[in-house]
Antibody, heavy 119, light 107 residues
Framework: QVQLQESGPGLVKPSQTLSLTCTVSGGSISSGSYYWSWIRQPAGKGLEWIGRIYTSGSTNYNPSLKSRVTISVDTSKNQFSLKLSSVTAADTAVYYC???????????WGQGTLVTVSS | DIQMTQSPSSLSASVGDRVTITCQASQDISNYLNWYQQKPGKAPKLLIYDASNLETGVPSRFSGSGSGTDFTFTISSLQPEDIATYYCQQYDNLPPAFGGGTKVEIK
């Protein structure tokens, strides 16, 4: 079974870039079986899809975040990454990486990592 | 963007009760709807996809129905381990969007 683990700084200053990595185990990110998504959840609030990437490097982003988001994949490390630029306090959230079966059906999730934006 | 409205936002029921949650889409999404369970401090877990299909390994007391704009999620007999927040999610149009959640508690 595929397992995912998020990693990255837990504290980011306003206006800087948030960078997270998701390490995949139990399966190859380059198998072509899945898409790889990022989803976030502010404390006590609902879930927001950020974007996804396919093995080929093809991406889809939430239009509300598109101007600030970059998702990339490193098949040699079996990892994919999220960069969110010009962050504000509104970007404070638990960030999850997830397996997307291909139709925006999120079948496996990482445990999540809390990122706080604060000076 | 498609808006997803869940109701109620919270409910309290007794063990063994039948629990029903509704989700309404702001436009027709056919059957492109998923349901997730999120326990406190944990990641969401996929329970139902395509409105009514049970994900592998999910207990049969969970079920979903509906199409178009109106959907229902049911727990046929509430168990203590079902305490969680439940979310619907549409994937007919980009961006995929989640409902606001329904928190289920034991009475």
């Amino acid at each position: 079974q595929v397992q995912l683990q998020e990693s990255g700084p837990g504290l980011v200053k306003p206006s800087q870039t948030l960078s997270l990595t998701c390490t995949v185990s139990g399966g190859s990110i380059s198998s072509g079986s899945y898409y790889w998504s990022w989803i976030r959840q502010p404390a006590g609030k609902g879930l927001e899809w950020i974007g996804r990437i396919y093995t080929s490097g093809s991406t889809n982003y939430n239009p509300s975040l598109k101007s600030r988001v970059t998702i990339s994949v490193d098949t040699s490390k079996n990892q994919f990454s999220l960069k969110l630029s010009s962050v504000t306090a509104a970007d404070t959230a638990v960030y999850y990486c997830a397996v997307d079966y291909g139709d925006y059906v999120f079948g496996y999730w990482g445990q999540g990592t809390l990122v706080t934006v604060s000076s | 963007d498609i808006q997803m409205t869940q109701s109620p936002s919270s409910l309290s029921a007794s063990v063994g009760d039948r629990v029903t949650i509704t989700c309404q889409a702001s436009q027709d999404i056919s059957n492109y709807l998923n349901w997730y369970q999120q326990k406190p401090g944990k990641a969401p877990k996929l329970l139902i996809y395509d409105a009514s299909n049970l994900e592998t390994g999910v207990p049969s007391r969970f079920s979903g129905s509906g199409s178009g704009t109106d959907f229902t999620f049911t727990i046929s007999s509430l168990q203590p381990e079902d305490i969680a927040t439940y979310y619907c999610q549409q994937y007919d149009n980009l961006p995929p969007a989640f409902g606001g959640g329904t928190k289920v508690e034991i009475k």
